[in-house]
């Protein structure tokens, strides 16, 4: 055990603990997540695809990565940042508690030295989920922390339960108070922490709380996905001491301060995996740059396993699919299994599959919403409980359709690619949270498509 590390004090120089004040009246959050303009995407479908893309950077690595930035006073530089609109809430909600914010494309420049505010308030809150990443590094350098309970898109219970129990083990005091996590710790302890179930944000946060914790945390049933291995090698470059990130047990020794450090965020394994997804359910050839293969085991052999040819060579994925899609049957399951951000771009690919494929849901309850969207396409799907089956028809036929989340968006522009005549896709502000450029990629492999009001 390293020796103990004298604790932070409240006055400390380097970060200014904010004045509470009264959080703006809370409401019940509305099922979806944005109240801006209604963007549409207009698809005309039937034409393979053929082309060449570039995988941008992964949103869910570079969220926690930009939230780490509060850990420590020095300038932390972070590379393939994506423009997305989570990205752009994440750096408002950062500017807000004093971050000094610089972007530049896909750099983003930040300097936590004389943050100002350490509350997070429900209007940025209410839109991302990941918002609740900040609880962390705000708790283990300020001493506290005032952060909104969570929205988001509605696919289901993300409860932030785990968060809050592994700070307390780490010796935070946390309250709810009007819809607020309110935490406090002068300053915190290293401690053994098995969370009830696997969460990756829960992982991220708490991995981020621990490197400034007095003493050794160790982190059991730890999230194994890609990202935190991503931000477990951002944080190292900042200073901190992380073992066991990729496994599902991990080991921080906590150290008194970080420094600056750069950071290029991992290729984007979901956009990677849903432009694959459209070209499989299209037909047709493409080739994707900087994309990293070893994170997408589980999807690329159910890809193989449908029909597609798919070669990985010098950071690049080559697929090819000449013929209809045989139907493939999954069951998400936290990573290294097959992912629930893949779910329902698979359901669309199955749509137009030959055979019967079935697709069990085990992580998010309410993830089966897109269902009724592909059914007006045509598709012939039945759900029962947390399995959806699909029997694949030779054709979709184009109609409208609206998002409900993420993933959903993403799926009715695969199954719009593959249908005959025009799909028009509403709400896709879900879409700009999670994909950039969607339509200026997918035109780009050959896609006759274009945003509209």
């Given at each position: 055990m390293p020796a103990a590390v004298p604790a932070v004090p409240a006055t400390s120089p380097r970060i200014t603990r904010a004045v509470q004040f009264r959080p703006p009246a809370l409401g019940r959050a509305a099922p979806f997540c944005f109240d801006g303009p209604m963007d549409k995407l207009k698809i005309l479908g039937g034409t393979r695809l053929a082309g060449e893309i570039t995988v941008s950077g992964a949103?869910?690595?570079?969220?926690?990565?930009?939230?780490?930035?509060?850990?420590?006073?020095?300038?932390?530089?972070?590379?393939?940042?994506?423009?997305?609109?989570?990205?752009?809430?994440?750096?408002?909600?950062?500017?807000?508690?004093?971050?000094?914010?610089?972007?530049?494309?896909?750099t983003v420049r930040l300097k936590a030295d004389s943050v100002t505010r350490t509350e997070a308030p429900y209007e940025l809150v209410k839109t991302m989920r990941?918002?609740?990443?900040?609880?962390?590094?705000?708790?283990?350098?300020?001493?506290?922390?005032?952060?909104?309970?969570p929205g988001g898109c509605a696919i289901g219970a993300r409860p932030v339960d785990q968060h809050i129990k592994g700070l307390e083990a780490l010796g935070a005091t946390i309250r709810i108070e009007n819809g607020f996590v309110v935490a406090e710790?002068?300053?915190?302890?290293?401690?053994?922490?098995?969370?009830?179930?696997?969460?990756?944000?829960?992982?991220?946060?708490?991995?981020?709380?621990?490197?400034?914790?007095?003493?050794?945390?160790?982190?059991?049933?730890?999230?194994?996905?890609?990202?935190?291995?991503?931000?477990?090698?951002?944080?190292?470059?900042?200073?901190?001491?992380?073992?066991?990130?990729?496994?599902?047990?991990?080991?921080?020794?906590?150290?008194?301060?970080?420094?600056?450090?750069?950071?290029?965020?991992?290729?984007?394994?979901?956009?990677?995996?849903?432009?694959?997804?459209?070209?499989?359910?299209?037909?047709?050839?493409?080739?994707?740059?900087?994309?990293a293969a070893e994170t997408l085991g589980a999807v690329l052999g159910k890809l193989r396993e449908a029909g597609a040819q798919i070669d990985a060579q010098n950071g690049a994925l080559r697929i090819r699919m000449d013929s209809r899609p045989r139907a493939v049957s999954?069951?998400?399951?936290?990573?290294?299994?097959?992912?629930?951000?893949m779910q329902a771009q698979f359901m669309a690919l199955n749509c137009v599959a030959d055979g019967v494929g079935e697709i069990t849901e085990t992580i998010f309850e309410n993830r089966f919403m897109h269902v009724h969207e592909l059914q007006r396409l045509g598709a012939n799907i039945t759900i029962d409980g947390n399995m959806a089956t699909v029997q694949g028809v030779y054709k979709l036929a184009g109609a409208p359709v609206m998002a409900t989340d993420l993933r959903a968006s993403a799926s009715l522009i695969v199954a719009a690619l593959a249908a005959e005549g025009e799909t028009t896709v509403d709400r896709i502000y879900h879409l700009d949270r999670g994909y950039e450029k969607m339509e200026a990629k997918l035109a780009a492999l050959g896609a006759i498509v274009h945003r509209t009001r």
């Open positions: 949103k869910n690595a570079a969220l926690p990565i930009l939230a780490a930035s509060l850990l420590t006073a020095d300038e932390f530089i972070v590379d393939n940042v994506p423009q997305l609109q989570d990205v752009a809430t994440t750096l408002k909600l950062l500017k807000q508690m004093g971050v000094a914010v610089e972007r530049d494309n896909a990941a918002s609740i990443l900040v609880l962390g590094p705000l708790v283990a350098r300020a001493g506290s922390a005032r952060v909104s309970l710790a002068k300053r915190l302890r290293g401690a053994r922490i098995a969370t009830d179930m696997v969460t990756v944000t829960g992982t991220e946060n708490l991995m981020m709380a621990a490197t400034l914790a007095d003493g050794e945390t160790i982190i059991e049933n730890a999230a194994r996905e890609p990202e935190v291995v991503d931000l477990a090698a951002a944080l190292s470059a900042m200073g901190a001491r992380i073992q066991g990130a990729g496994s599902d047990r991990i080991v921080i020794q906590g150290v008194e301060r970080l420094h600056g450090a750069r950071h290029r965020v991992m290729p984007d394994r979901i956009e990677t995996g849903t432009f694959l997804s459209a070209v499989v359910a299209a037909g047709g050839s493409a080739v994707l740059r900087g994309a999954l069951r998400t399951a936290p990573y290294p299994d097959f992912p629930t951000d």
